[in-house]
């Protein structure tokens, strides 16, 4: 895909299928995720988790069924999150601009492969409360997760667009 047909075709899928994703795509999104920005190039305050455990999945789907009206949430089906997460502590809040850009150069990445994701935030609260599950990512020490991205396929076909779904406004001076 084109670079610009890539951005403005990158859309939140909510209705996974159960079709895997294989190891070498996985490897590329990682990749892409792995060539964003991280301010003061500090790779080293970031760490990268494939989960496939579906017992992982189903006991967070568990833990926060009731927390969002949406049907399937928190990972509406997806077999594959990847959890990106980070040491908290180096400049205020700078670890959520990092892993935004991470997750998002992963999505960007994932539908240029034809491969279907959505940012996942809602769960990481949650799973605070929960030190088992929690404790099934098998971080290094002194790494929280922050934000995921669910990746798998849908039977909705992904659309390509020329041009922005949505809009912010803007000002200039
Ligand atoms: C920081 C961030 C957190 C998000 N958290 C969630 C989430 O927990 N669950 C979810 O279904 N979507 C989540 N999203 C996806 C947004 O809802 C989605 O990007 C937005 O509605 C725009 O739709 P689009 O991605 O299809 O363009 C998140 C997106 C961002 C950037």
Known sequence: MET???????????????????????ERILQAGMSAPVGRARYDTLHITV??????????????KDTSPRA?????????????????SESPAIEYSNV?????????????LGVASV?????????????ALLAKLSLPEGFTPVSALAIGYSDTPLGVFDKPRHSIEVNRI
């Not at 299928?17 to 294989?22: F, L, P």
């Not at 989960?51 to 926060?64: I, P, Q, R, S, Y």
Request: glycine share 2%; charged share 25%.
């Open 4 to 26: 610009f047909e890539t951005i403005f075709s990158r859309v939140s899928t909510r209705d996974f299928n159960d079709k895997e994703v294989s190891a070498e795509l996985i």
């Open 100 to 112: 935004a850009c991470v997750i998002e150069n992963m999505a960007l990445a994932a539908r240029a």
């Open 51 to 64: 989960v496939k455990d579906k017992a992982f999945l189903d006991g967070v789907t568990e833990l926060a």
């Open 72 to 88: 399937r949430a928190p990972f509406y089906g997806a077999k594959t999150l990847i959890v990106v997460s980070s040491k908290m």
């Open 119 to 131: 940012y996942l935030w809602a769960f990481v609260k949650p799973l605070e409360s929960a030190p």
